[in-house]
C-alpha cells in the first residue's frame, strides 16, 4: 500500500493542475463568446502561425 | 456578458483561488476601455462573417485592434481617435449593418461580475469534487482503519476550504433572508452544509466510519450549476435589453443665438427653442412656433392616420415630425413631460404586479419547513431510541443532506434557460425570470391595434380608382414626399409598372399635400379641403388627387397586417384563449382590422387610463390577461397585464413596462410562446415531482439510519441529471 504515498500526491497535483487551468482560462477570458470561439476555430487564418 | 477586451493580460496564480476570486473579477470589470468603440451587428452569423468584419475594421491604420463577440453580435474596437461615425462606413463596406451602441447605456460590468464569480465558484466545486469523489471510491470500495482516516483528512483538507469559498452565495442570501425572518431555500442549504462538514469534521477525528465531506463537496457544485443558469438566462436578456435602449442616443438640436447646438435631450429647460427636423422623433413637450408639417402620433395615441400642425399647435414628446422641419418652444422637459407622467402610471402598475410568487418561490416555502422538521424529529427520535448523540446527529445531518434541494434547485433554471433559449431563437426576448410561468396561465390576449397587429405603414386599398392616364403624375407628385401616405401610393403604382411623368415647379406644402405643374396644368395631391375636395365621411385614411380642372379622386388607404397576425390570431382563438383588440384609433379603422383578422371583441378610440383598466376588468375575474402593445398610450396597459409584449419598434417606455420583447417583423412567434410557456410549466411540474419522489424514496433510508455517504451522492447526482434531462426535452 506505500504505493499510496505517490498515488495521491500524483492525483491531488494533477487535480490542482486541471484547476489552475480552468483559472487560467476564466482570466483570459475565453467565456466572453462560446458561439464566436465555436467558429473560430473552422478559419484558416492563423492556421499557419498564430496570431501576433 | 460584457465586450471584449483588447489587451493583453498575462496570466498570474496565487496559491488560493479564492483570494484571486475577488480582486480578479473587479479587475477584469474595469477593463472594459473608455477608449473602445462598441457597434452592433446584427447581422453577423458565421465564421466567415467574423473574418470579414474584423478584416474590414483592421485594414484602417488608425485601427489597432478589432474582435467581434458573436455571442452578443457585437465589435469592439480599439481605434484611439476615431469615432463609431468613421467605423461604421468601414463594416458597411464589408456587406454588415452596423449600429452605433451607447457604451455608458449598456453598463453590465456589476451584473458580469456577478456571473464571472460563480462562475469561479462552480470551477472550484467541480474541481474539488472530482478529487474528494477518487478518495472516496476507494473508502466506498471498503478501505478502512488508518487508510480510511487518511482519505477522511484529505478530503477534508480539500473539502473545508471549498465549502467556504463556493458556498458563500448560499450562506449569504441566507443570512440575508434570517434576518428579514422568512425561511427561503438556502436556509436548509446552508445548515445542511454546515452541519454535515461539522460532523464530518468530527467523525474523522474520532475515526468514524461515514464522512459526507464528498456529498458536501458535490451538493455545493450542483446548486452552483443552478444559480449559474439561472444567472445566464437573466444576463442575456439583459444585456439584449439594455442594447435596444443603448441603439437610442438620445440628442436634441437647440437654437441658440450663435447657431443651432447638439444638446442631451435631458438638458433641456422649458422655455428653450429647439428645432426638430422632418422623420426625426420630438424631444419635449412644446408648442409650434414656426414652420409647418404633419405629425405621426400612432405611438401616443394609437391613431394610424397623420394630423396637420402649424404655430400654435402643442406636441408631446415621443411624436415623430413628419413633412416639414418646425421649430418648437419646449413648454415641459424631462420630468414634467408627458412621457414621464406615463411612467409614473406604470411604476404604479408595476408594484401590483410584483406581488407574483414564483413556482419555485411556492415550492420552496412548502419544502423549508418540512426539511427542518424531518431533521429534528429524526434527531429527537434516534436520541430518545438509543440515547447517543452521536448517532442521532449523524442520522439528521444524513436527513439534511439526502433531502437537499439539489434537484430542486436545478429544476427551474434549467428548464426556463432551455425555454428562453427556444423561443430566442424565434426571436423573443424573456425579460423576466417569471416571465414564462405567468404566460402559462393566460386565458385572455388583448392586442393593440397601430404598430402591433399593423406595421404602421399605409397600404393604398385599390389601385383601379386611378385612371391609367393620371397614374405617372400621381406617382410624380407622390415621390416627392415623405409623408407615410404618398409613399404607400408612390409604392403601390411603382409595384403596378408606372413609370414616372415630368412635373415642373414641384413644392411639398407641409400640412397640406404636394403640388406641380404638368403639361401646363395644376395637379395636386393631399388633404381634401386643399385639394378641393368635400372630404365626406370616409372611413379609412384618405388623400386626394386633382389633376387640373377634372373632379379630385379620393384615394383610399388601409393599414397594413404585421406579418403572421392572421396566424397568430387565429393560433390563439384555436387554443381556447380569447382575442382582445384595444385601440385609442377611429372605429372605422380598427373594425376594419378586427374584420380582417376575424376578432370579435374589439374597442375604438379608447383612452391611455381607460386601456389599462380594461386590462385589469378583464383580469378581475381570475383570468390571466397577457397585453401585446407598442405605443405609449400602452404603457400602462402593459404594466397592469399579468404579462406583456412589446415589439422592438416600440418606444423606450413600452419596453420597459413589457417582460417579452419581440425582435423580428413576424408576429406568430407569440402565439407560439404561448404554447412553449405552458410545456416549460408542465416541465417545472414534472422536475418538482420527479426530486419530490427521490425524497420520498430516500427519507425514509435516511430516517432508518441506512444512509450512508455512497447513497446521498448517488441520490444527488443521478436527481440532478433526470431533472436537466427533463428540462432538455423543451428545445
Known sequence: ?52 | MTDVSLHPNGPSFSACPACDAAPLATHLAARADDGDVVLSLPSVHCASCIADVEGALMAHPQVRQARVNLTLRRVTVDAPGLTAEELIPLVEGAGYEALELDPSALGTSAADRQGRDLLMRMGVAGFAMMNVMILSVAVWSGADAATRDMFHWISGAIALPTVAFAGKPFFVSAWRSLRAGRLGMDVPIALALILASAISVFETMSSGQHAYFDGVVSLCFFLLIGRYLDYRSRAVARSAAAELTALEVPRAFRVNADGDEAVAVADLLPGDLIRVRPGSRIPADGEVVEGQSDIDRSLLTGESLPVAAAPHSLLSAGEVNLTGPLLIRVTAAGRDSSLSRLSALVEAAENARGRYTSLAERASRLYAPVVHLLALVSFIGWFWATGDARLAINIAAAVLIITCPCALGLAVPAVVTTASGRLFRRGLLIKDGTALERMAEVQTVVFDKTGTLTMGTPRLQRIETIPEAHRPVALALAQGSAHPLSMALAKALQDAGTQPARLEQQVEVPGAGVMALWQGQEVRLGRADWVGANAGTGALSSSWLRVGPAEPLRLEFVDQLRPGARDCVAMIEASGRKVVLLSGDTSAAVRDIAERLGIKDWQAEVAPDRKAQIVQELGTDGTAVMMVGDGLNDTAALAAAHVSIAPATALDAARVASDIVLLGHDLAPVADALETARKARTRIKENFAISFAYNIVAVPIALAGFATPLLAALAMSISSITVTLNALRLR
Request: glycine share 10%; hydrophobic share 40%; aromatic share 8%.
Open chain 1, 1 to 52: 500500500m506505500s504505493i499510496l504515498g505517490l498515488l495521491i500526491p500524483v492525483s491531488l497535483a494533477m487535480g490542482g493542475l486541471g484547476l489552475l487551468a480552468f483559472l487560467w482560462s476564466l482570466r483570459n477570458r475565453q467565456y466572453e463568446d462560446p458561439k464566436g470561439d465555436a467558429e473560430r476555430i473552422l478559419t484558416k487564418e492563423w492556421d499557419e502561425r498564430p496570431r501576433p
